[in-house]
Nanobody, 123 residues
Framework: QMQLVESGGDSVQAGGSLSLSCAAS????????MAWFRQAPGKEREGIAT???????SYAVSVKVRFTISKDNAKNTLYLQMNTLEPEDTAMYYC?????????????????WGQGTQVTISS
């Protein structure tokens, strides 16, 4: 089993930056795809950034250019650097992992989930 624990959520003003972390533990492979999803109140959980087993990345249009996903296998940690934050970025942010090298943005394809970390952006 793999465990994921997110941290770094906070309340900041629009235009600011935040860095989220997701610590992985348990039994897993560093070649598994990992991703960041988010869920705003009253909305579906959406995938926003993925990183494949060999490091390829993909982003949702809404965050491309502003957000950067990365991982440090030595530290067993996934990151999401978020810049130029907007009120529309307010959501609970989740990290997730699936047992494949390749990624997609389909929620049901991910096996392991963290508990989430809240990001609130004020205008």
């Amino acid at each position: 089993q793999m465990q994921l624990v997110e941290s770094g959520g906070d309340s900041v003003q629009a235009g600011g930056s935040l860095s989220l972390s997701c610590a992985a533990s348990g039994t897993y492979s560093s070649y598994w795809c990992m991703a960041w999803f988010r869920q705003a109140p009253g909305k579906e959980r959406e995938g926003i950034a993925t990183i494949g087993g060999y490091g390829s990345t993909s982003y949702a249009v809404s965050v491309k250019v502003r957000f950067t996903i990365s991982k440090d296998n030595a530290k067993n940690t996934l990151y999401l650097q978020m810049n130029t934050l907007e009120p529309e970025d307010t959501a609970m942010y989740y990290c997730a992992a699936r047992k494949t090298v390749s990624c997609d943005f389909v929620r049901n394809d991910y096996t392991y989930w963290g508990q989430g970390t809240q990001v609130t952006i004020s205008s």
